[in-house]
């Protein structure tokens, strides 16, 4: 289980860095801990087709669902998906 930094609520583990915010405070989802990459099974395999924003960043068009992982397509392709830029780094 993955406790939540608002230390009120746990998450499964395979939850964590999957572009998705379980937790109320979005510490599953946090750049520091997920380093840019987006999870099926966190922390062993990586979601070879989508990457998060990083430094903090988010995606500037959230989908319907919530997701906060890009695909790999909007990554260096000269339009600033992410709200801070770092796709574009």
């Not at 960043?57 to 890009?70: M, R, T, V």
Request: overall charge negative; some cysteine; proline content about 3%.
């Amino acid at each position: 289980m993955f406790q939540c930094k608002d230390q009120e609520h746990c998450i499964r583990q395979e939850l964590v860095c999957d572009g998705f915010e379980q937790c109320r405070d979005g510490s599953d989802e946090d750049s520091s801990l997920c380093d840019g990459d987006c999870y099926w099974r966190y922390p062993n395999t990586v979601n070879p087709f989508s990457k998060a924003c990083t430094n903090g960043g988010k995606p500037k068009d959230i989908d319907q669902y919530g997701n906060l992982c890009l695909a790999l397509t909007k990554f260096c392709d000269t339009v600033e998906d992410c709200d801070n830029g770092s796709d574009e780094l």
